[in-house]
């Protein structure tokens, strides 16, 4: 690997000026789990590593006005295994859990994984399932960037040369909610992931949101396929259903799936059917 | 075979090693370092066939910290090319690179860095050809050959008149199925010290075959075998990859070229691209009567054997010989042909041909079954060779019986009275078994020393590279029994070409086998000295004196092995030298056929499949293992359950994935091997002791057969809960979706 | 090249002991165990924090010192598996291991020991299920596992009292 420097800023302005001063050679470093890979194999040229760690209060996991808000240095593991994730947030935690395996875990960070846009990836899938948001900083002081349009491209944010992202908050589901979050595939990292989250008011669904991941470039909702999902009594939505088939075949028609190692199009987009059906079975249930 | 009873041999007890293995201390290769030691980095080709125009290292030589940059043009006064069979591996690349990951030049430096640094300034010129990927592409031979042709090797082994013969049987069953490339992924990569001298070459290397290795240098660099050294340290894990001779040559042509001793470990990626599996296409045949009786079969494997030969010539020839099965056949012809392709040499691989040829064979044999309406398990036992038959015409008769064992444990798996149990409607659920029978054991030429020493302890001096398979405990379980003495008095020394007698290699199943053997008859051999000498001692006949737990005694009196050994060399220190050299003429008699033993496999699987999705899991799996006497029964079981779930990995998810000659999967995260997770709710291996190898007390071999049934088992189980045969492995999600849409359609 | 880059000072503590030493900042942890502590049980294999083979305890959690950076060690306590011995679960596991032939080649076992470690720190009493879950990123491609499950589980019974 390339010899960097290290660079430790003690604030994010401080670690904003350092990335804006180094432009293309410094990379933002949190857990480094995927980042020091792609710098090890040789596809991601980096001169300048400026470890937010450094930060002080950057690994907190706290709530805020009902809102979960977690630092950018806040590890897989430590918000999984937050009690208040736990006890507001389950699917959250639940998702964390089986982020990757234990030892990636205990170091990457939910910030890194959104920010390094890998597509074969679950958080970015999951979050789409809430109101959720990057709080980054940069020269010209805070933003907040909507997480459906946080990552624009494999490998790509919409952060600005010289934003870090110091944060990510997440909304609680509104009430009547409910949601699940499902992953597949046999390799290491995930194949397809599916989210869905439906609020029923009085047996119906008044809002349903369906979001995939690992099959699109960048993770996605399913609008067309969440449309269908409104006004359908939640009882009827199981796994058998016809109405339940219909939004399943909307959804893989958006599925936006590209050949790859983990399959054809053809099969991710049947796979997206499928879990589609079963992530709203799981949700009405 | 004495009729004492046993008092180490049959016991599971703690491996020899188990003290170094769990406290870290073990040391492999990439554990050691010699003073001045430089760090090798390789540069590899980037294309799969291309000539060669220019390489230019002038920059990587001109760095600061660089000793020397090896390219072909610096293998002057030695001999450039090796290999086990054929001398067709350029030890870097000549004048052509004829696979993505060939080497073309080697840096070694100060440390890896600098050498990393290095390797990016070499610049190579190339004229690109196209490649030759796939059996087709070798078949037809349309562009440049990958070597002077695309054809490796041709074997045939037949006897009657197959052709002949099917047009009188009542039916003829045809089926083609395809085996892919796939990765041994030793968790140690391939790593070797060498250390170059004028009059001495000094090499430590994770070889299996050390001696092999030995030879192969000695040849390289005109040297006589006494002048070069092969030391094997612990050897993280083997399965065929780290057989013959791989990265030495190089290793100790940079050693030589840099005047210094360098290191050269592999990565994980590069080790893919050392050596894989053969991928095949086998048809199969098949004249049956309408009772069921095979008559006649003609089969033919293509063998995907990659850029060069290495064990390619003899994979072929047990690929041809695998492929029939374990079946009686009247007239057969079983042919095979080994073809070049611009990809990874492919090699030894637990069972070379076996997986192979058993994933067809076996799948085969369940479609007979099921079109002519008949259990897979009945159709087997009337076909299975029967014991004192010849499975191979001219061979070593099958000494073991197939049947009884196969309905047996058929019987214990619940096969008669199976119903599927469905818990949800997408889940379905089915059995499956598969029974194989191959020729082990390679060649039956082993030495042994022991030395029993003056404090009645003992070193046991023999080739066998402990790889992980147990070979070091078993071989002192063995060694102990013969001196009569407790195991923790036995030491067996780790291979070093100069401190151990010959042993041709390990692999093939051979080692308990062979090399036990070789350390039986040098304890025994050793035991008898120390009789004569009790027997000189007590003034008796050797006859009337009992050695046991290291004490020799006659009419109640005893004396140590350490007292009686000072009396043999007057109290002067002194030890007793047994030895031993294997050979075909062993006085046994048991080795003068081939092959020296017949390893069984058979395996039984209960799976479920996620019809939506296409994902197999297996819940059950049962493995039967031959190993006629377990010298320790815990490390036959562990051999057998590491190989079956080796096995889980090429009927799962094990494919090396080429494009245009690109290896597009060559790291762990896209290289699936099983986990964990993929561990059988219920896994078990029968251990079938019938005393009937020609091993030490009736032992033969095993660690190799475990991995040979898994693919048909599964397959079949899958055909059995859905009606989808598939017949291209490995049984992804995807593959199977489509099966079983094609069979829903159907 | 690698002179333009200021070396870290990592000092921490390995195996109970306190240790100092100066890293480049590309140098991973792997290398400061290996090379500089002579710490040769912590082995290289995939090197995409995939196998586990490079397992270490950092602070009592298995990391993979293949792609974490040295530095990280600063402050912090790492544990290998030449330091288990003096743990109090190190020589239960190790038994374990040995009784049950969790280990072939041995080359995964240093990084098991340790992860098997941490589990028992925090789940003393562990189910077969919770045993596969927690190694799950770890591979062997010797055993076929199940036996190592089994020594994990009698480790587990021996030490809880």
Redesign the interface.
Known sequence: ??????HEPTSAAEASALLLERGEAARLYAG??EL??AM?GGFLPCDH?VNVKTIPGMDAVALDGGALVIGAAATH?AIESAPIVRERFPLVAQVERRV?????R??GTLAGNLCFAEPHSDPAALLLLYDAEAVVEGASGERRISIADLQIAPYETALEPGEVMTAVRISPLPGGARAAYLK?G????PTIGVGAMLRVAEGVVVEARLSLGSVPPVARRLPEAEALLLGERAEHLNAESSAVAEVADAAAAQADAVDD?H??TE?KR??VG?FVRRAIAQAAA | MSARAFSTVGQAVPRVDAEEKTSGRAKYTTDLALPGMAYAKLALSPLPHARIVSIDASRARALPGVYAVLTAAELTGMETHYGSDRKDRPIVAMGKVRFEGEPIAAVAAVDLAKAEEAVELIEAEYEELPPVIGLEAALAGESEPVQETNVCHRYEVAWGDAAGAMAACDHVFEDTFTFPMVYHYAMEPHAVIADYQADRLSVWSSAQHPFLVRAELARVFRKRLDQVRVVVPYVGGGYGSKSYTKIEPLAAALSRLAGRPVRLALSVEEAMKTVRRHATRATIRTGVQADGTFVARECRVELDTGAYTDNGVRVTERAADRLPGPYRFEHLRSEAVGLFTNTTPAGSFRSIGGPQGAWACESHTDNIAHALGIDPLELRLKNLVRPGEELLRGRRRLEADLAAPLAEVARGFGWHDYEPVSTAPHLKRGVGMACAVANAGASPISGAFVRLHADGSATVHVGTTEIGQGSRSALAQIAAEELRLPLSSVRVIASDTDAVPYDRSTGASRSTTLAGLAVHDAAADARAQMEDAAARYFETFAEQVALAEGSASFEGESISYGALIGQVFGGAGGEIVGRSAITPDHPSGKLAEDPVFWEVSMGFAEVEVDTETGRVRVLRYTSVADPGKAINPAQVEGQDEGAAMQGVGHTLFEEMRYEEGQLMNPNLIDYRVPTFGDLPDEFHTVLLERGDGPGPYGAKGVGEGGIVAVAPAVANALFNATGARIRDLPLTPERVWRALRETNDA | MSSATPRIRVACEVNGRPVEAKVEPRAFLIDLLRDEFGLTSVKRSCDVQVCGACAVLLDGRPVSSCTLPAFEARGHSVLTAEGLADEPLGEALARAFAQHAAFQCGFCTPGLLLTAKALLDSAPAPTAEQVSECLEGNLCRCTGYKKIVEAVLAAAGRSAV
């Open positions: 690997m390339r010899p960097f420097t290290l480094g789990t020091l890979l090890k590593l593991t990757a395996n234990a030892r990636v205990n170091v597949f046999i390799h290491h990292r190692l399959g054809s099969y049947h796979l499928v």
